[in-house]
Nanobody, 122 residues
Framework: QVQLVESGGGLVQAGDSLTLVCSASGSIFSLNVNTTNWYRQAPGKQRELVASITGDGNTNYADFVKGRFTVSRDRSLAMVYLQMNRLKPEDTAVYYC??????????????WGQGTQVTVSS
C-alpha cells in the first residue's frame, strides 16, 4: 500500500554535510501522517532514534545530533528531509525513515524504508 524510499547517503569526510530524503508513495490519500522518524543503525550496534517530525512540523532530536541535524518535510507531506551538518565518523550507519500513518478511524500503521548508507571517514 505504502512505500518509503530513502536516498541521499554516501561517503563523505568528517565535517562534511549530507541531506537524506525519505519519499513516500502509494495509497496514502486517505491517510494522515502522524510522525516520521529517522533511525540509524551502525554495524554491530542497536538501532537508535535520530530525529522525528510530526505531520504539523514539530521536531525532536537525539542529544548526539542536536545543533548538527535538521529534520523537515515539504507541504505535500510526501517527502521528509534530514539535513546533516558537521558529520562525524560516529555518524556512520544505515539511516532509515519510519513513517506512522493514521486512518480516519484513528488506526495507526508504521512503514519503513530500505535504508541508505552514510559513511563518514576521518
Amino acid at each position: 500500500q505504502v512505500q518509503l524510499v530513502e536516498s541521499g547517503g554516501g561517503l563523505v569526510q568528517a565535517g562534511d554535510s549530507l541531506t537524506l530524503v525519505c519519499s513516500a508513495s502509494g495509497s496514502i490519500f486517505s491517510l494522515n501522517v502522524n510522525t516520521t522518524n529517522w533511525y540509524r543503525q551502525a554495524p554491530g550496534k542497536q538501532r537508535e532514534l535520530v530525529a522525528s517530525i510530526t505531520g504539523d512540523g514539530n521536531t525532536n532530536y537525539a542529544d548526539f545530533v542536536k545543533g548538527r541535524f535538521t529534520v523537515s518535510r515539504d507541504r505535500s507531506l510526501a517527502m521528509v528531509y534530514l539535513q546533516m551538518n558537521r558529520l562525524k565518523p560516529e555518524d556512520t550507519a544505515v539511516y532509515y525513515c519510519n513513517t506512522i500513518f493514521s486512518t480516519p478511524t484513528k488506526h495507526l500503521f508504521g512503514y519503513w524504508g530500505q535504508g541508505t548508507q552514510v559513511t563518514v571517514s576521518s
